[in-house]
């Protein structure tokens, strides 16, 4: 029987990064409906499919298309300064502590318009866009009040009414203390969690709360009066934990049954084991590692060792990773970190996904999720991982449109 589909790619071969089934597929297929995939396998194996649209590939790659599970892509400002500032010697913590830092993104960001935000946050959008990407997560966080908290958020909605990609949306309204008030943080995460939070969940503005576990940022107690309001509100929620030091905060995010634990470079095996145990995705931020010229190198061995699954993002923002390139990070966490080719194009799809919660939709090439394809001009997946500077992309497909062939 011929079933009728919207469109087929063929004559491509395929790297479908699913959780045990052949990946890298020759001769391959992929075939969407009402903006889903309905097969993606073998020629041999296609079932006969009448198609009004008909994409012959010529052998390219087709992947799952990317996914920056981390970003702070919504903000106003930069901080170039800062940056000469690091050339010169000064730390993250001493340009921080100097009311530089989060504070000065939070001063440019208060004083923009939503409408700014959204045209000055489309470039940087644009760029993801134009590597394959076609989900990417934006964070709150350069408010640190409710007004701007939201105004944040609602741009970062209107930036995937703009474009065809799919945003998803994170408060982080606890990344650091606001400029006017700052002493006492338990009296600032009490207005996080019984004024701000509150109020982005009733308008329906962040799928999942961040915070910022650290000496420079928040307790674990006060990170778990955050988490704890999260779960009442239900909202899934995810932590920067351990960049600078070891609070634990990767433990905390595997008690709270976290989405991701993020940073982690100064994770315990004990830490890794409770993510494990916990379902808890671990995602890589080498720009961050790059920019501030870390040495501690996150636990990957111990990850590997307990099963934690692995995510890379270009935690894209002003301060740490003004980082606007997908591929690149993946680059960085190969050398950086020594992930394998594999576990590299995994952290960007699938495990991603993952990192998102929304592996059941996205990030891997499967009949039933979204049809959101990145189509190469490369001769082996490798590729994607060890080139700087290049960008091989040939088509974008996002919900089964495929974009401008480059």
């Given at each position: 029987?011929?079933?009728?589909?919207?469109?087929?790619?063929?004559?491509?071969?395929?790297?479908?990064?699913?959780?045990?089934?052949?990946?890298?597929?020759?001769?391959?297929?992929?075939?969407?409906?009402?903006?889903?995939?309905?097969?993606?396998?073998?020629?041999?194996?296609?079932?006969?499919?009448?198609?009004?649209?008909?994409?012959?590939?010529?052998?390219?790659?087709?992947?799952?298309?990317?996914?920056?599970?981390?970003?702070?892509?919504?903000?106003?400002?930069?901080?170039?300064?800062?940056?000469?500032?690091?050339?010169?010697?000064?730390?993250?913590?001493?340009?921080?502590?100097?009311?530089?830092?989060?504070?000065?993104?939070?001063?440019?960001?208060?004083?923009?318009?939503?409408?700014?935000?959204?045209?000055?946050?489309?470039?940087?959008?644009?760029?993801?866009?134009?590597?394959?990407?076609?989900?990417?997560?934006?964070?709150?966080?350069?408010?640190?009040?409710?007004?701007?908290?939201?105004?944040?958020?609602?741009?970062?909605?209107?930036?995937?009414?703009?474009?065809?990609?799919?945003?998803?949306?994170?408060?982080?309204?606890?990344?650091?203390?606001?400029?006017?008030?700052?002493?006492?943080?338990?009296?600032?995460?009490?207005?996080?969690?019984?004024?701000?939070?509150?109020?982005?969940?009733?308008?329906?503005?962040?799928?999942?709360?961040?915070?910022?576990?650290?000496?420079?940022?928040?307790?674990?107690?006060?990170?778990?009066?955050?988490?704890?309001?999260?779960?009442?509100?239900?909202?899934?929620?995810?932590?920067?934990?351990?960049?600078?030091s070891d609070l634990g905060g990767a433990a905390l995010a595997a008690r709270h049954r976290a989405l991701s634990a993020d940073h982690l470079e100064w994770t315990s095996e004990a830490g890794a084991a409770a993510m494990?145990?916990?379902?808890?995705?671990?995602?890589?931020?080498?720009?961050?590692?790059?920019?501030?010229?870390?040495?501690?190198?996150?636990?990957?061995?111990?990850?590997?060792?307990?099963?934690?699954?692995?995510?890379?993002?270009?935690?894209?923002?002003?301060?740490?990773?003004?980082?606007?390139?997908?591929?690149?990070?993946?680059?960085?966490?190969?050398?950086?970190?020594?992930?394998?080719?594999?576990?590299?194009?995994?952290?960007?799809?699938?495990?991603?996904?993952?990192?998102?919660?929304?592996?059941?939709?996205?990030?891997?090439?499967?009949?039933?999720?979204?049809?959101?394809?990145?189509?190469?001009?490369?001769?082996?997946?490798?590729?994607?991982?060890?080139?700087?500077?290049?960008?091989?992309?040939?088509?974008?497909?996002?919900?089964?449109?495929?974009?401008?062939?480059?």
């Open positions: 029987m011929t079933q009728k589909v919207d469109r087929v790619w063929s004559n491509a071969r395929l790297l479908t990064v699913a959780a045990g089934g052949p990946n890298n597929i020759e001769g391959g297929v992929v075939a969407c409906r009402a903006g889903r995939i309905v097969y993606a396998g073998s020629q041999a194996d296609a079932p006969a499919m009448d198609a009004p649209v008909r994409t012959d590939c010529d052998g390219r790659w087709i992947t799952p298309g990317l996914i920056d599970c981390h970003t702070h892509l919504v903000y106003a400002g930069d901080r170039a300064g800062e940056f000469e500032m690091r050339l010169e010697g000064a730390t993250y913590e001493q340009i921080s502590k100097a009311g530089g830092g989060i504070a000065s993104t939070v001063r440019a960001t208060r004083a923009a318009s939503e409408d700014t935000l959204v045209r000055q946050s489309l470039a940087r959008l644009d760029r993801l866009l134009a590597e394959g990407v076609t989900t990417v997560e934006i964070k709150s966080g350069y408010g640190l009040d409710t007004e701007t908290e939201a105004r944040m958020l609602r741009a970062a909605r209107k930036l995937g009414a703009a474009r065809d990609v799919s945003i998803r949306t994170t408060f982080l309204g606890a990344h650091a203390m606001p400029p006017e008030s700052p002493g006492d943080k338990d009296a600032y995460i009490a207005r996080v969690c019984e004024e701000m939070l509150p109020a982005i969940a009733r308008e329906g503005l962040a799928d999942a709360v961040d915070g910022f576990c650290e000496g420079i940022a928040f307790s674990p107690a006060q990170i778990e009066r955050l988490f704890s309001v999260a779960g009442r509100l239900g909202l899934a929620v995810k932590l920067h934990a351990d960049q600078l494990a145990a916990a379902g808890t995705v671990a995602v890589l931020l080498p720009g961050a590692f790059y920019v501030l010229r870390e040495t501690r190198l996150p636990p990957v061995e111990a990850l590997r060792r307990h099963g934690v699954p692995i995510a890379v993002s270009t935690d894209c923002n002003p301060g740490t990773s003004p980082m606007t390139s997908l591929l690149l990070a993946m680059n960085m966490a190969a050398t950086f970190f020594r992930l394998t080719v594999a576990e590299c194009i995994a952290g960007v799809t699938r495990e991603a996904a993952r990192a998102l919660g929304i592996a059941d939709d996205a990030g891997t090439l499967e009949a039933g999720k979204s049809c959101n394809l990145a189509i190469w001009n490369i001769e082996q997946p490798a590729e994607l991982v060890y080139q700087i500077g290049f960008n091989p992309l040939h088509a974008r497909v996002w919900h089964g449109t495929q974009s401008e062939e480059s």
